[in-house]
């Protein structure tokens, strides 16, 4: 018999409701015993909810969802009660003592994943949906929810099993006079295959953008004007500015929105040397945080003194730079982007905002995110992952075939392509993986 689960699945704190939920064999007999008689399922009773000497906890809504129509495909029952901790705690603890245990971190969506009631996506798109940041994560959470990745997932898993059963038929059946794996249409089947996984590849990355966004790290000489930049793009005075070098001494980070993508940008102290032994860690800091950003935007000032870019180059080789050409307003300049050998260079001002729109737009550019694009839904780096690796076993076994006749070669390519697919909906999956996404999750969900 499985156990029966427990949790409060509202926000903890005080809040004008909060609601109770049970979900498991004996979620019937636990609500009964607080709360009196089911009503008809999907159906709001009000009832009085009591302790074990029947005095009343709460008064509040009773619903009860039966198996297997509920979001687990379990017996479902939510109490909805009155906001107060002590209310809430009383009726998680009456639960336990009628044979409940409280649920660990998405143990709910989890149990609607083995239930076949969600895939692996669809569970994984509750989460995101809850910790959306921006509108548009809230719509391509929505979309994965709903299955449109799952549906896109299926459509390519069929033309694969379509393939495989061609494929594999030919290896069955080598006395037949017509050489099946010399057919064109396998290869341009192949062809195909890789072109949908591609597209489907840029569509996961798009989502994953709006999901993590990327890590931004503003460096430079002191006094270039870093510390104003990050204020000037988070629109508020998060950090200090003076005319002093050297003020920043700690990294400084803040969470903006560009066009729906969340940026962490932080600000660095400024880089050269110094025997100030506090201003030293500050500048280890400062090179550690450009050595794992995404993106470096590289300050300078036009003015000789600035650090060279080289020196960023050697300190974030795997990151992209985006030159910076601050302090525009003291030369009386336009805001611009100019073509430089192997890069571009923006001109702005940080102080007076002249020039902020074009970085923004340089930013989202470089991170590969169209915010216009129509259709995109919320991906994690797992599902890109795997799409990568599905396209990487259809291009081998293409090339076997080219290359060498080798059907076998090709029919256990496309054997690993399925698998690989079948990992981002949960056909194929380890209780490791099971066990790292749903522990992420909230409790109660």
């Known amino acids: 018999m499985i156990d029966t689960i427990v949790a409060r699945a509202t926000p903890p704190g ?19 015993s607080i709360a009196g008689e089911l009503p008809a399922p999907r159906h709001a009773a009000l009832r009085t909810f009591v302790d074990a000497n029947g005095d009343a906890i709460d008064s509040g809504l009773l619903l009860y969802f039966a198996a297997p129509n509920s979001f687990t495909g379990e017996s479902v029952v939510e109490l909805q009660c009155h906001g107060g901790p002590f209310v809430v705690d009383a009726l998680l603890s009456r639960a336990v003592e009628l044979g409940g245990r409280l649920a660990e971190p998405g143990e709910f969506s989890q149990r609607a994943f083995l239930n076949d009631r969600i895939d692996l996506a669809q569970a994984e798109a509750i989460a995101d949906l809850i910790d959306a940041s921006s509108q548009q994560a809230v719509r391509g959470a929505q979309r994965v929810l709903q299955g449109d990745f799952s549906t896109r997932i299926h459509q390519l898993t069929d033309q694969l099993i379509a393939l495989r059963i061609y494929i594999e038929a030919a290896l069955d059946f080598p006395e037949e006079e017509v050489d099946f794996l010399a057919d064109q249409s396998i290869r341009d089947r192949l062809v195909g295959l890789i072109k949908d996984c591609d597209q489907l590849t840029e569509s996961a990355h798009q989502g994953q953008l709006l999901r993590d966004g990327i890590k931004v790290v503003i460096g430079g ?23 002093i070098a050297g003020t920043t001494r700690d990294l400084i980070k803040e969470s903006i929105l560009i066009n729906g993508m969340p940026l962490e940008i932080i600000d660095t102290a400024g880089l050269r040397e110094t025997d100030d032994p506090v201003e030293q860690a500050g500048i280890a800091l400062a090179e550690q945080a450009i050595n794992n950003a995404d993106l470096v935007l590289f300050i300078t000032t036009a003015d000789g003194l600035d650090v060279d870019r080289s020196k960023f180059q050697q300190l974030a080789p795997d990151a992209a730079i985006i030159e910076v050409v601050n302090k525009i307003d003291l030369r009386a300049e336009s805001p611009r982007i100019e073509q430089q050998t192997g890069y571009e260079s923006i001109y702005l001002s940080a102080k007076t905002g002249a020039g902020l729109p074009l970085l923004r737009g340089k930013i989202a550019e470089v991170a590969g995110y169209r915010p216009a694009e129509e259709g995109v839904f919320i991906a994690r780096r797992r599902h890109l992952e795997a799409l990568n690796k599905t396209a990487e076993a259809i291009s081998v076994g293409n090339q076997s075939l080219l290359k060498y006749g080798a059907g076998e070669l090709l029919a256990e390519e496309l054997r690993l392509a399925q698998q690989y697919l079948g990992e981002i909906t949960g056909e ?10 749903f522990s992420s999750f909230c409790i109660g969900k």
Do not use: M
Not at 21 to 26: A, N, P, V
């Open 14 to 32: 005080r809040g004008g409701v909060a609601i109770v939920r049970f979900s498991g064999t004996q979620a019937g007999h636990i609500a009964t």
């Open 428 to 437: 194929f999956s380890s209780d490791d993986l099971l066990g790292e996404i």
């Open 221 to 243: 000489s002191p006094n270039v004007g870093k510390s104003t930049l990050l204020n000037g793009l988070s629109g508020q005075q998060r950090a200090l500015v003076t005319d």
